[in-house]
């Protein structure tokens, strides 16, 4: 894109300056050329005038008189009935300039120069000329280059944040450009994000929901059908034994179901090394935090592997990230370290942390407690759940939240695919 915005500013520069230049630079020397003409015209009239006024008087033709009206180099030719031709000055050659005014009492007065400094005078013009043209030509370059890259670093930009938007991250972009149509496509990707985060908000809480009651009156059927199992009727007995296999087989087909869609939400989840990618992150939002006033420290531990989603952990990191800012004060850390079986990631502040009444229901949609949408925290633990891990709020006060993530194994380091787990998580 860059390369062609490029291309075409440079194309209209360059179109531009000939279509100007050939112009300009035909009519200077045109300009040039007409300007010498009228200065040895004008000599020509006031050395005929002269040699006028000595005919009406009645003397002879002196041409000394005329002399300083006579250019350098040039020659003066004077045609009189009376006196003859006669001539002042060096032949100029072959290749001159002359123009003739006629005398009032007959004769005619020719004044020639060589065209020799007439030419060399124009060629300065047009390469004078060619000079602007040139000029003229960088100065498009240099402008271009720098619109170039001024429109094609916003689009980069804007294709960069629609890419991750399509990977599932769902953080609201701030940074604008400047430039009305690109602000608008930023406006509606953050608008598109949030209304993404709802849906995979709302998505997880059915699952969860549908999940619960299914597993509810399952279990209340299988307990019902235990109870009749042991009827004293035989039949009756046998009957609700096969029942009770048939809802133990449901009950087994709901739990693959179950783990068959927390393996496909975590889809893109593979072993990355946490270090370069919290590193990333926090380098991103610390200097959010330094434009409040206020430090990111970072302290994660070396060789930490995790399976994740690169794109939802940078979404539920920046969302606990973004809650200390908003909610929290001093120093926000961010620390990474090797727990029991899983990687623990803390995200903590010097704040003032979560009050009591708030703090069972700090995940759940629409809880707030500092006027914000109350979204954020349910969609990050929604984020971190469909990867296999948990995110808890561990202290209140000061506030600490903790993401556990699944240790990657050997076979998925080496590049074989994860084996997805049919039982219940």
């Known amino acids: 894109m860059r390369r062609r915005i490029l291309h075409a500013i440079l194309l209209a520069v360059a179109v531009t300056g000939f279509a100007l230049g050939i112009p300009l630079g035909y009519t200077a020397l045109l ?51 009376t006196a003859g ?27 020639a120069i060589p065209a020799e400094p ?69 406006e509606a990707l953050d608008t598109s994000a949030k209304a993404l985060a709802e849906l995979v908000q709302r998505e997880r809480e059915l699952v969860g929901d549908v999940s619960h009651q299914l597993r509810s009156r399952l279990t209340a059927l299988q307990l019902r059908l235990e109870a009749l199992a042991e009827h004293p009727d035989a ?9 009770l296999e048939q809802a133990d087989r449901l009950s087994a087909v709901l739990d693959e179901l179950l783990a068959a869609a927390r393996a496909a939400r975590a889809v893109r989840a593979e072993p990355i090394d946490l270090s370069g990618e919290l590193g990333r992150i926090a380098d ?8 409040e006033g206020r430090t990111l420290r970072s302290r994660v531990a070396g060789g930490l592997l ?11 990191i920046g969302v606990l990230l973004d809650n200390a800012l908003r909610h929290g004060a001093g120093t926000v850390s961010l620390a990474a370290r090797h727990g029991d079986g899983t990687v623990v990631i803390e995200v903590s502040d010097n704040g003032p942390g979560v009050p009591d009444e708030l703090a069972g229901h700090i995940f759940e949609r629409g809880v707030s407690g500092g006027g914000s949408t109350g979204v954020g925290l349910a969609l990050a633990r ?42 219940p998580r």
């Not at 000029?135 to 280059?145: D, F, K, M």
């Not at 039949?235 to 029942?243: D, F, I, K, N, S």
């Not at 991103?284 to 434009?291: F, G, Q, V």
């Not at 202290?395 to 050997?410: E, Y």
């Open 85 to 111: 031709r006669m001539t002042y000055g060096r032949p100029p050659g072959d290749n001159v300039i002359s123009e003739e005014v006629p005398i009032v009492h007959q004769g005619t007065v020719t004044l």
């Open 284 to 291: 991103e939002w610390r200097e959010l935090l330094r434009a």
């Open 382 to 423: 929604a984020l971190v759940d469909a990867d296999g891990g948990r995110l808890e709020l561990s202290t209140k006060k000061p506030a600490t939240f903790t993401v556990f993530l699944p240790v990657p194994r050997a076979d998925a380091v080496l590049g074989i695919p994860w084996r997805t787990e049919t039982g």
């Open 235 to 243: 039949e009756t007995a046998e009957e609700a034994r096969a029942a």
């Open 118 to 186: 007439l030419r060399t005078q124009q060629a300065q013009v047009a390469a004078f000329v060619l000079l602007l043209v040139v000029l003229s030509v960088g100065t498009g370059t240099v402008v271009a280059t720098v619109t170039a890259r001024r429109l094609a670093e916003p689009l980069r930009h804007v294709a960069g944040r629609a890419a991750r938007l399509g990977a599932g991250d769902f953080r609201p972009d701030r940074r604008r450009h400047g430039v009305q149509e690109l602000d608008q496509v930023a």
């Open 306 to 316: 995790a399976r994740v989603t690169p794109a939802r952990l940078r979404e539920a």
């Open 31 to 81: 300009l040039v050329e007409d300007i010498t003409r009228t200065e040895l015209a004008a000599r020509a009239q006031q050395i005929a005038a002269t040699l006028d006024d000595q005919i009406a008087a009645g003397r002879q033709l002196d041409l000394t008189s005329v002399q300083l009206a006579v250019p350098p180099n040039g020659a003066l030719t004077v045609t009189s009935p």
